[in-house]
């Protein structure tokens, strides 16, 4: 019916108006006394019910719903749910802070998660949905024939799948931690919780459902503060439209500072503390004793001299605290140092593209940009619980369609994430730079508390130079608000919106995980003959299994699975892209190839992680293997040989083998719609 | 040669034709960043526009003009969704 909404788009409306209701209802309580600790209470408990509400209402015992909403979710829809499942935690508290650091470079985020959509409109969406089973493996296996192909493939997914939903937890952990004072601990299993309301009795089809109502809220939450700071700074609502004109006042502000003398005192201060840390640590363990001695020397003479006991506990306290042993000590120091040497280093200008003294160094960080971009698109392209839900759409032409609303509704964010991080530096340069540290404004002292914001007054002139401050990422999303001055009840609208990115990403991961194991393992290979009922009970008890498990890695804070996410998009595009892509467009791919292709391409992916990011594996006794990475290509980047090699090896390994007549039958369904040709 | 080799070809076509153009905006345009950089408009340096905003709104573009063309191609080919 054009011209009026269907019943689907005025659920979502009034759910929209209502939840606007529910935040000026606690704006207009917060101005009438309300703690800010209950408004982060009232947010918590609200939208976890709204989504706990949508998903007992779309309770199924279905399979095709479980599975794939059973495939009548329209276009439009399954764009915003796309985008709740693609945007995590990471790319809303994160990105923005990404982009403050590193400025143009940080733009590779951006452009690589932005791209990817176009390899999977113009390559994978359609084709996967004129397929329409539920799986991507089971997409391979159908193309190539066999189960092994499919066993290497659920490998693949669930590789790529788990460490980025234990950090969908963390993040909860952590967002429920800081804005409702939960411990850490207890925050994840109430993420756990809000996960499995929306998953556990509707599977895709109550995914999907709560997706849109979280895309919804994430977007709200992602700029209403920073159309508010730019309203405050330039007097325009619109930041993405406005802050050119403030990129330009940051590029000025820059000039001005990065090269006046406290700067480059304060800079020459780290370079001798970094020369330092060098000096101690090529002198071990007699440097560690040295210092020992030292400090015991010190400790003695002031006990001698009857001088005051608060001086000789904290004199004690810092021999207690000296480094163990030599291991410790390296260990430590080197930390220390590396921090004094990023400090040390000239601050680079925002917009400058490949930043480097000599062409050398700025062509490696060119060849690096585009490597990331590479990695990032055909990682996007590649991670199979995005590519799930172009199954869900009522007809091809929708999933064509909906890869559209998909991409803009990300584009929403990603476009706004630069011009946060542009508002904050320029928040930061213009109004913490050069001024005394007591004067600073009041959220710096908040931060510092909690360890986000950090001022170490080198020079002791007691006003803040840039190479003095150090911010943690995150802040720069979580902080806005106190910047702009806005009341606390903004500050949870954005606590409940990284809580809606975080738990929508990690609903559609578990839901991909499960799928591969209960779908592809168990239905497909262990017990073809199994009824649609034992089905739905196994695919239940292990997402219960897999998200517990889940939650109980992320209780344990594991630091390196945070960068172990940035690694998921290497190891699934090498793993599936070749594979999907050369399995559409090339008759003549065969099934030895895919397998080959797929199994080098990854293994090449975590060699070269290995080999450039580790020196030693304890575990497994081997030591001293780190290399020189080739090209200068970082480790983040490795898809890009892993997907080279495993085109190389698809194309080659086929060429050598026969190749299976069957593969043109099928392909002729997937490339060419119903009816065509019979005409 | 049948009706449905012909849709596949143009679709085929189509589709390649997009990606060549995709990858001259990501990698081409990108590679060039530094020199774009010079050229300055709404106070952005059009390197820095393009990588925060250009290119995505090309990509859209590019999805939209994917959609419409293969729209008209299975109209043409009598292709209705079963």
């Known amino acids: 019916m054009p011209g009026s909404l269907t019943r689907l788009q005025r659920y979502y409306l009034l759910y929209t108006g209502g939840f606007i209701l529910f935040v000026a209802a606690l704006a207009l309580l917060e101005d009438h006394g309300m703690p800010p600790r209950w408004i982060g209470y009232s947010f918590l408990i609200f939208t976890i019910s709204m989504y706990a509400v949508i998903g007992i209402m779309s309770r199924t015992s279905d399979v095709s719903e479980f599975y794939v909403a059973g495939r009548r979710v329209p276009a439009f829809f399954n764009g915003m749910a796309t985008g709740a499942d693609w945007m995590s935690a990471a790319s809303f508290i994160g990105l923005a802070g990404t982009l403050y650091l590193s400025g143009y470079q940080g733009l590779a985020f951006v452009l690589g998660w932005t791209g990817g959509f176009v390899l999977v409109a113009l390559l994978l969406a359609p084709y996967l949905r004129r397929f329409g089973e539920y799986t991507i493996p089971d997409f391979l ?41 939960l411990q850490f601990e207890i925050g ?25 109502a979280q895309y919804l809220i994430l977007i709200v939450a992602y700029i209403t503060p920073v159309a508010i700071l730019s309203w405050n700074v330039t007097g325009n609502p619109v930041p993405q439209l406005v802050y050119g004109k403030v990129l330009q006042e940051v590029t000025h502000l820059e000039e001005r500072l990065f090269h006046s003398p406290a700067e480059l005192e304060v800079r020459q201060l780290f370079r001798e503390r970094a020369d330092l840390y060098a000096q101690k640590i090529m002198q071990l363990p007699d440097s560690l004793n040295h210092e020992r001695d030292q400090l015991s020397s010190q400790i003695n003479q002031l006990k001698a001299t009857d001088a005051q006991m608060k001086d000789i506990v904290a004199l004690e306290r810092q021999r207690r605290e000296l480094p163990h042993d030599p291991e410790q000590a390296r260990a430590r120091w080197e930390t220390a140092m590396f921090s004094a040497v990023d400090r040390s280093k000239p601050p680079i200008h925002h917009a400058e593209a490949f930043p480097g003294e000599t062409e050398a160094e700025r062509d490696i960080l060119r060849i690096n940009f585009l490597a990331l971009v590479f990695c990032l698109t055909v990682g996007t392209a ?123 990403t990690a609903d559609g991961l578990l839901l991909t995980i499960t799928s591969a194991l209960s779908h592809d393992v168990y239905y497909r290979i262990v017990r073809p003959g199994a009824s649609t009922q034992f089905r739905l009970v196994i695919s239940k008890s292990l997402l219960l299994v897999v998200a517990v498990l889940a939650a109980t890695v992320a209780a344990q804070k594991p630091g390196t699975i945070l960068s172990m996410v940035a690694w998921a998009f290497s190891i699934a595009g090498s793993a599936f892209f070749p594979a999907l892509v050369l399995g559409i467009f090339w008759e003549r791919a065969t099934r030895a190839g895919a397998l080959a292709g797929m199994v080098v391409g990854v293994l090449l992916s975590i060699y070269y992680i290995l080999r450039v990011e580790f020196d030693s594996i304890p575990w497994l006794g081997l030591s001293g293997f780190r290399m020189e990475p080739w090209f200068h290509v970082q480790s983040t980047s490795s898809g890009l040989f892993g997907v080279i090699a495993g085109f190389m090896t698809i194309v080659v390994v086929s060429l050598i083998t026969r190749h299976d007549p069957r593969s043109a039958t099928f392909l002729r369904t997937i490339r060419v719609q119903s009816g065509a040709g019979q005409r | 040669m049948t009706s449905s080799d ?77």
Not at chain 1, 155 to 166: E, K, P, Q, R, W
Not at chain 1, 199 to 204: E, T, V
Not at chain 1, 383 to 405: D, G, K
Not at chain 2, 26 to 54: C, H, K, M, S
Request: charged share 10%.
């Open chain 1, 382 to 504: 590649a991670l199979p619980h995005v590519l799930v839900r172009y199954y869900t759409t009522p007809t091809v032409r929708q999933a064509r369609e909906s890869v559209f609303w998909s991409l803009l509704f990300i584009l929403l964010l990603y476009i706004t994430a630069p011009a946060y991080a542009v508002f904050a530096k320029y928040e930061v340069l213009a109004h913490l730079a050069e001024i005394p540290i007591t004067k600073l404004p009041s959220w710096v002292a908040a931060w510092a508390k909690v360890g986000l914001v950090a001022i170490e007054d080198i020079n002791g002139d007691g006003i803040l130079q840039l190479a003095e401050l150090s911010l943690n990422p995150d802040v720069i999303v979580l902080a806005t608000p106190e910047i702009a001055g806005m009341p606390y009840v903004v500050s949870g609208l954005v606590a409940a919106g990284g809580l809606a990115a975080a738990l929508s």
């Open chain 1, 188 to 212: 994840v299993f109430v993420g756990l919780a809000g996960i499995l309301v929306c998953s556990f009795l509707g599977g895709m089809r109550a995914v999907t459902w709560t997706q849109v």
């Open chain 1, 141 to 181: 296996s159908a193309r190539y024939g066999g189960n092994a192909i499919r066993l290497v493939a659920v490998g693949a997914a669930i590789l790529a799948s788990f460490v980025y939903v234990v950090a969908q937890i963390y993040g909860v952990g952590v967002i429920t931690s800081r804005f409702v004072s």
């Open chain 2, 6 to 82: 012909a849709y596949w070809r143009r679709a085929r076509r189509l589709t390649f034709l997009l990606l060549i153009f995709w990858l001259l905006v990501t990698f081409g345009l990108t590679w060039f960043a530094r020199d774009v950089n010079e050229i300055v408009i709404l106070g952005f340096p059009l390197g820095f526009y393009i990588a925060a905003q250009g290119a995505l709104v090309i990509y859209l573009a590019i999805i939209w003009w994917y959609n419409r063309c293969m729209k008209k191609l299975d109209a043409e080919f009598g292709v209705e969704e079963g």
